[in-house]
C-alpha cells in the first residue's frame, strides 16, 4: 500500500518515471543522499564544537540513528488515528539525542557538547518533518 500510495503521489505531482524500479532507485538515492547530507552538516557542526570524531564513527552513527525512521514512518502510516507528529517526534527526537549524546561523550568542552546534542536533535525532527510532508501526506492526492 505504501509504494502504490508513494507511486501516486510521484505520479500526481508531474514527475515522469520511466518504471518502478525507477521510483525505488530514486528514493534509495534521495535517502543516501540525505545519509551522506546530514552526515556532513554534522561533521561540520563536530568540526565547529571541537568534537574528537572520525568521519567513519560519525557516518555509522548517523546511519543507526537515522534506522528510527524505518520504525516512524510505517507506524504513522498504520496507525492514522494516533497523532502523527507527536508519535514521530518521540521516536525521531530520541534517536536525534543518542546520536547527539554519543557526540558529547567525544566533546571536550560541555557547553559545546550540550549545543551539539540541541542540534543533532533539531536536524533530525526536520527531516522527520521533511520526510512526512514529502511522503505520508499522499494519501490525499
Known amino acids: 500500500v505504501s509504494t502504490q500510495s508513494t507511486w501516486v503521489s510521484i505520479k500526481s505531482k508531474g514527475i515522469s518515471l520511466g518504471s518502478e524500479g525507477t521510483a ?23 568540526y565547529v564544537t571541537d568534537t574528537q ?17 524505518l ?3 510505517p507506524m504513522c502510516y498504520l496507525m492514522q488515528s494516533f497523532n502523527i507528529y507527536l508519535l514521530s517526534s518521540i521516536i525521531c527526537l530520541s534517536s536525534g539525542i543518542s546520536v547527539g549524546l554519543t557526540l ?27 520526510l512526512y510532508m514529502s511522503y505520508l ?3 490525499k492526492c
Open 104 to 130: 558529547k561523550h567525544v566533546t571536550e568542552d560541555p557547553k559545546k557538547g550540550r549545543s551539539l546534542v540541541l542540534f543533532t536533535s533539531f536536524v533530525y525532527v526536520i527531516f522527520m518533518a521533511h
Open 24 to 46: 525505488i532507485g530514486t528514493s534509495l538515492a534521495v535517502f543516501f543522499g540525505y545519509w551522506i547530507g546530514i552526515s556532513l552538516i554534522l561533521l561540520l557542526a563536530s
Open 71 to 73: 520504525i516512524a514512518l
Open 137 to 139: 501526506r499522499c494519501e
Open 53 to 69: 570524531t572520525q568521519t567513519v564513527h560519525l557516518l555509522c552513527t548517523v546511519g543507526y540513528g537515522m534506522s528510527s525512521y
